[in-house]
């Protein structure tokens, strides 16, 4: 009997240990967060949830999808290149319905204070847990299980840093002062956009790079940040139960606070500059419709037969005869 008693014991303390192991999981929350907020916070360290060395996978948010896109303004056909922007544009596209979206400049004011309030509180909830664990864990003297935290929070740090470094502004063509634009973009499942603002804005969530890629020392840090949470797991086996516990509570926790704040983000930051629904989806039966209107609006369509979209009159399709 004694010997049953031990083992079942042993299998539930082994088991509760392994906790540290839920850090290792390859969860694209954290990926998708920074997308959403198109960089990275030093406040982000302390959001500690499963997937921390996947950040970097944020640049494949779009799942190589590049839409293409006509000025209805200019006529000219060109791609959406910004994946942040186009992994925004597939979570509120519709198929057979028509979204029309708004790139608002930027504000002088905090709009992350201002906008998605519910999903910000509920992040900043996740970095107060954190620094209670901290605390508790401080207070009960479980050193093991704050190496475990330290790693993973230097961790965080890596990544973060590296995705500051890689999404400075850079290429986003002339500038066009003053200029409203006014796009048609098409992406995949037949889900249609209609992007406006001033051309400026829509440049710069629409065009040249987000995330450059990685230079050397940057890999270095990622390499670094990932080992340190595939070590953790590690470290974590050395920790007391009741820290396992913690440390798993935080980690489940913040995947649960951190999917909540990626479902209710609405809108879509990138360069100082948000991207906001416009309106409801209008329904159109056929597309052909819908383009047909839409040249209405600039009394051009170039864009139009460019894309795809309608063919030219028979007349402009006549050989020319020498």
Known sequence: MDSVISKTFVDTSVSLKAAGFIALANLQGIAHRTAFIGSSSFLDILFLAPGIHC??????VNHGEYPTTGAMTTGY???VENQATVNFLQRVGKTGHLVTVWVHPPSPHLESFSTDTVAHTLYIVGIAQTITVVAALAHFRDFWALGVLAMLITARLCNVAVIKRRGVMGWKGAPEPG???DLFITLSQDRWVRMRGLVDDIKAVT???WLREESTVESFFVTTGTL?????????LN??????SLIAYLLLSSLALLGLCNALTKTQRMFGRSIQVDGEPRHFTRRLELVNELIKVHNRQ??????GLIVPKEDKLRPVII
């Open 207 to 209: 065009s040249g790079q």
């Open 302 to 307: 170039d864009w139009a037969i460019t894309m």
């Open 55 to 60: 950040q970097q996978e944020a640049s494949d």
């Open 77 to 79: 056909v060109f791609r």
């Open 179 to 181: 200029v409203n634009g």
């Open 239 to 244: 920790a007391s139960t009741f820290g396992n």
């Open 228 to 236: 340190l949470v595939y070590a953790s797991a590690a470290v974590a």
